[in-house]
């Protein structure tokens, strides 16, 4: 009877935190654990101590664990080992500058985008110099070419896919392969629009070609393992009632930061 008394209180206090959004599947109890990628100005970077992240994927990881009444903590990683340390459990979800991808898609829970013209165009940074050469997905797409993509990310799938006779090159952060890219040991970066301009702030002799990848899908989204239903639907729940409007507000004042530090 003691025992069937104990299950009973049990169940319905598990019911009771359940109604009241108060059940989520935290790694650490009491914490969001975030897998970022701090490399992707002005969505996630390094303040100038080189510890502090910030930017506005962070105000947006912010707002989440605030929301789910949690702690929030950044794990910083390589962006291509945010899936991984999902699926291991590691991490509760990834908040990265994520865009739609078919094959995340099946392998994880992808929230509904936070902000849907965040990540606007994806195309090909160039030096200013080589426009005349470089300066197209035509010639771009030739063996004498190297062409920079981040582990992981969607341009990486993209070069692959439309540039497939250049010389995909795997970097593990974005920034890495600027100076790759001004010392001429690459062509072109593949990356976002929104960051290559960020990028283009701090140097005048890059240039985001006209040419861009098409996707049908635009938007920011959060990544998380398929066996946190629980997180999944409270994350979802709250991007349901979030105004974009203010992700826009946090955007701008990171990309004025980033600017400001004269950062990379």
Known sequence: MKKLLGVCIIALFAFTLTACGGIQKFRTPGY?????SPDYPP?????ADGT????????????????????????????????TQLQLGRIDIGISAFTYESERAVNFHL?????????GSQGILVHRSNLETHGTFELLNNSNVTVAAQHGSVQHALVSEHL???RLQTISAVDL???????GNVQAIAVAEVVARQIMNAHEDLIFI????????????????????????????IIADFDQDLYAKWLEAAQELHDSLGLN
Request: charged share 15%; glycine share 6%; aromatic share 14%.
């Open 32 to 36: 969001l654990t975030v897998g970022i």
């Open 52 to 83: 502090t992240i910030v930017g506005s994927d962070v105000d947006f990881a912010n707002y989440l664990a605030d929301k789910l009444g949690v702690e929030l903590r950044l794990v910083p990683m390589e962006f291509g080992a945010i899936l």
């Open 210 to 237: 006209e040419d861009t990848f098409y996707s049908p899908y635009s938007g920011l989204l959060a990544v998380i393992n398929r066996n946190n239903q629980e997180l999944f639907d409270a994350v979802q729940a």
């Open 111 to 119: 929230t509904n985008s936070y902000f849907n013209d965040g990540e």
């Open 164 to 166: 497939p006779q250049a």
């Open 177 to 183: 392969a600027v100076p790759l890219l001004i010392n």
């Open 43 to 47: 969505y996630q970077f390094f303040y």
